[in-house]
């Protein structure tokens, strides 16, 4: 695994031990010679993790896009910043450049970002692991609604395999390192669901 792409905030959100997890995570690569790619901030979260990892020795790619060069106030720094015109441009390049993916604790766009990340990963358009890190209980509730959905039946086994989740990010790797993507199976799964349902109301 050569490079993994980390989602976070630009906020360094209400807790000291999410900036904390942020540095560990990015001297955690640097020391395992796994290259950053992030969303190329120098504030909150993102400035970070970036700075971490670069003080490590660690490779670091940022990308943003040009509206946000001022507003999350880029890490001009970098040896390796890329501005991009749209959103859809930087997720595509991230994904592009990641051989993995991690979501720090963060809001919307983080959520947004990894849910993404996700979802391509089900319907079989990559087959690169993705994981929460988990800091502090932060993604508990997130982890539980998905368990819930899978319970519901809008969310297959395999699609809930995908989601890995710890607390420490040398285990996540290493569950990283051992992931084993499942088959892409959404649509049989869905018709199967169906079918199920339609035999059920057929014998009410």
Known sequence: MKHICVFCGSSPGARPEYVRAAQALGRTLAAKKIGLVYGGAKVGMMGALASASVEAGGEVTGVMPRSLVA??????????????????????????????????PGGLGTIEEFFEIMTWAQLGMHKKPCGLLNIGGYYDALAGFIDHATEEQFISPSGRSLMLVDDSPERLLRKFELYEAPSSDKASWALRMSCK????????
């Open 71 to 104: 507003k999350e106030v880029a890490f001009t720094g970098l040896r390796d910043l890329r501005i991009v015109e749209t959103m859809h441009e930087r997720k595509a390049l991230m994904a592009e450049l990641s051989d993995g993916f991690i979501a720090l």
């Open 197 to 204: 349902l339609s035999d059920a109301g057929s014998r009410t």
